[in-house]
C-alpha cells in the first residue's frame, strides 16, 4: 500500500541556535521579572533549563503526533478490509494504481466510506477532472455529453 513519508529526523531533532538561546534567556528574564516578589514560582532557571524542556516538549509532542497518525492509518486500512465484496480490491487497486493525489489516511478512510455508501469514487473523480480540462479549453464541451 501506497503511503506518504514523513521525515522525522527533521520533526524531532531540536538545534539550538544563537538566536534561539537569546530568546529563551529573553523569556527567562521576563519570567523572573513578572514574579519578581515569588522567585520560587519561576518555572526555569536559566536559559539551558529552558532549552532542554523545549526539547524535551518535542520529542513528547513527535511522539503523540506519530501514534495519533499510526492509529489513523490502521483505522482506514480496518475500513477498506470490512468492505463487502470486491469493494476493497477494487478501492486498493484504485489507491495504488491511479490515485495521485495525497497519500494520508483521511483520503482512503474517505475512498472506504464513499464505497460502501456505493459512490463509484473514480468515476466521479474523473468527471471533475474532464471537467477541469473541459474549463482550462483543453477538452471540447461535446465530451461532457459523453461521461453519462
Known amino acids: 500500500m501506497k503511503f506518504a513519508c514523513c521525515a522525522w ?26 514574579v519578581a516578589l515569588f522567585p520560587e514560582l ?11 524542556s523545549i526539547a524535551e516538549g ?13 492509529r489513523a492509518w490502521r ?11 470486491t469493494a476493497g480490491v ?4 484504485y489507491w495504488n494504481e491511479a490515485w495521485t493525489g495525497p497519500r494520508s ?4 478512510a474517505t475512498f472506504a466510506l464513499e464505497a460502501r455508501r456505493g459512490v463509484c469514487f473514480w468515476r466521479r473523480m474523473a468527471d471533475l477532472r474532464r ?3 473541459i474549463g482550462a479549453g483543453r477538452l471540447p464541451r461535446s465530451f461532457l455529453s459523453r461521461a453519462s
Open 58 to 70: 518535542l520529542q513528547i509532542s513527535a511522539g503523540e503526533w506519530r501514534h495519533e497518525r499510526a
Open 90 to 93: 477494487a478501492v486498493l487497486r
Open 105 to 108: 489516511p483521511e483520503y482512503l
Open 9 to 34: 529526523e527533521k520533526i524531532v531533532t531540536y538545534v539550538v541556535t544563537g538566536r534561539k538561546r537569546a530568546a529563551a534567556e529573553r523569556a527567562v528574564r521576563r519570567e523572573r521579572e513578572s
Open 131 to 133: 471537467l477541469r480540462l
Open 75 to 85: 483505522t482506514a486500512r480496518r475500513s477498506v478490509c470490512e468492505l463487502p465484496g
Open 42 to 52: 519561576s518555572r526555569e532557571t536559566n536559559a539551558d533549563n529552558r532549552l532542554a
